[in-house]
């Protein structure tokens, strides 16, 4: 949620491969459905063809997204059918006839949701990709916030809102990665940026949102109506108290932004050298609470054995204070004798800072992991942080996303990897701060306890707001607010 988020400092994810379950439900026998169960593909209960085309006669230009009708496939973890959601009337039609006949229904954007949330094996999924208004506003008035805003369709990705706000000469906060949307799951999960340490998170920027509630209701949530609702999707996660159709967010004056890049190496994986390589890790992290008190940001990726490169972002920040800042980086690489390289850029805007950061990034099939370490860890339990840090970076995990991008990986090492990330590397994380959490937009899907990682002290409330707006429970998300009411079967079936 806003504040305890903010407090944290930094997220880190480790990257192992897994991939979803590709087993068809009919290909398991699906049996028949309960009362207690979702209806599923092949039950007695599962609408009619004709059933399925009345609503899309109802819903404009609905279609199947998938496959064409002639080509064989599987459909397996993805929905049955799609609603191309062009106005609230679709997510309204959607909800109904998803409640009528006992549907599993979710809530789909980019579908860029490491966890699956926005998928779902015999399901139907209001896609709001295609709702894609942006409107600058140059003096949004509300008794918190006076002064620019942008207010973005559900269904608007990260690139279009740097590009409309450019246009503006104002900056939004957003994710790294130019295709996340921005209204759906990433402000809702809490939405880290290249901006945060200067602005706070993207749901801090939040004044307003239009929802259809799972009644069916579509509201405004803001700090004045609808505040419990406002307040929900500002961190407590995407895909479980209505479906958002806009958002407007915060602008901020455009600045110029510096960007370093830099890289180090160790000479090999010997235990000199090694030593070395984490001497250098301990001072880049240490580096990090002086930087992002002043609005900096950083990416870093190391595995053992293999070059380590980062991007520092410093909004505000001259070419020569960055210099300054990584001085003393870059006489302890010298000390230590590791090869290295900077190059620090100043850009006039964080558009044209944006602009030279690699285009897009893969959405492989990632298993992801981690945890918000807390500055006072980083700073105050450094040899337990460092120890952690050399037990999460074998030399294997890098060879093992090299291998998957050459060669299929076996599904029993895939579930050697989730084990190692759920039970072995997240369990050292948890222990070194068990105070802390997890980011739940990039998180384990397997995270035990994720009620307390991904919410902390606010799961009741959350939970409270989701019956209120969401009574049926129509809208179900894996590790959303009030999942932990539902059991997914081995075949997929709720
Ligand atoms: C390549 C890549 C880069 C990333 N970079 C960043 C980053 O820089 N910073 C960061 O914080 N995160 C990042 N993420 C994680 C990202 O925040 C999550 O994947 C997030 O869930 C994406 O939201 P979405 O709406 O685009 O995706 P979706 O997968 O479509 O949706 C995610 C969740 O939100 C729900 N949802 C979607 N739309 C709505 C809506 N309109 N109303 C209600 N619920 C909705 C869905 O049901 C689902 O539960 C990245 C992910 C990828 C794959």
Redesign the pocket.
């Known amino acids: 949620m806003r504040t305890s988020l903010s407090n944290l400092l930094g ?1 880190f994810a480790l990257y192992a491969v897994a991939q979803t379950s590709g087993r068809s439900a009919e290909a398991t026998g699906a049996a028949a459905s309960t009362p207690d169960c979702r209806c599923f593909p092949g039950d007695a209960c599962w609408p009619s063809t004709q059933k399925w085309s009345r609503l899309n006669s109802t819903v404009s230009r609905s279609c199947d997204p998938f496959t064409s009708i002639d080509s064989p496939c599987q459909v397996g973890a993805y929905v049955r059918y799609a609603i191309n959601v062009t106005e609230p009337a679709d997510i309204i039609a959607g909800i109904k006839f998803a409640g009528k006949n006992n549907v599993r229904l ?14 779902g094996p015999g399901s139907l999924s ?1 896609w ?2 295609h ?1 894609k208004d942006i409107k600058y506003i140059p003096d949004y008035k509300s008794e918190a916030y006076y002064g620019p805003a942008l207010k973005l369709g ?2 608007v ?2 690139s279009e809102a740097y590009a409309a706000a450019n246009e503006n000469g104002v900056v939004v906060v ?4 130019p ?16 901006l945060m340490s200067k602005y706070g ?2 749901a801090d920027q939040t004044l307003e949102f239009e ?1 259809v509630t799972g009644e069916g209701k579509h509201v405004k949530a803001s700090m004045t109506e609808n505040r419990d609702l406002y307040w929900a ?1 500002g961190g407590g ?9 806009s958002v407007i967010v915060k602008a901020h004056k455009d600045i110029p932004i510096t960007v370093a890049r830099y890289s180090f190496r160790a000479g090999g994986t010997d235990d000199t050298s090694m030593v070395k390589f984490y001497d250098a890790l301990d001072f880049l992290h240490q580096m990090a609470p002086k930087y992002t008190d002043r609005g900096g940001f950083s990416i870093n990726l190391y595995s053992k054995g293999f070059p380590t490169s980062g991007s520092f972002f410093g909004p505000g920040w001259t070419k020569h204070n960055t210099a300054t800042l990584f001085q003393p980086f870059i006489q302890k690489l010298d000390s230590l004798g590791l090869q290295h390289s900077l190059n620090i850029t100043e850009f006039p805007s964080y558009s044209a800072a944006y602009g030279s950061t690699p285009e ?4 492989g099939t ?1 298993q992801n992991g981690g945890r918000m370490i807390p500055r006072d860890t980083i700073l105050n339990k450094r040899a337990q942080f460092n120890k952690v840090v050399k037990y999460i970076t074998p030399s294997s995990l890098l060879g093992a996303i090299m291998k998957f991008l050459l060669l299929p990986l076996q599904w029993s090492q895939i579930l050697k990897d989730q084990d190692t990330i759920t039970n072995n590397w997240g369990r050292q994380l948890r222990e070194l701060a068990p105070e802390s959490g997890a ?1 739940l ?2 998180a384990d899907a397997n995270e035990p306890n994720f009620q307390r990682e991904f919410y902390g002290e606010n799961y009741s409330r959350l939970l409270s707001i989701k019956n209120k707006y969401d009574p049926a429970g129509i ?1 179900y ?2 590790t ?1 607010v009030g999942s932990d009411a539902w059991t997914q079967k081995p075949d997929g079936r709720l």
Do not use: M, W
């Not at 996660?237 to 159709?245: E, K």
């Open positions: 997220v979710v809530i789909r954007n980019t579908g860029h949701d490491y966890l699956g949330k926005s998928s209001l709001t990709h709702l559900a269904g990705q990260g957003g994710g790294f990665c295709s996340v949307g921005i209204a759906g799951g990433y402000i809702q999960g809490g939405g880290r940026s290249i998170l993207a929802v999707l996660g995407g895909g479980a108290y209505g479906v958002v159709t897009t990034i893969p959405i990632f980011y937009n990039e809208f998300a894996l959303a």
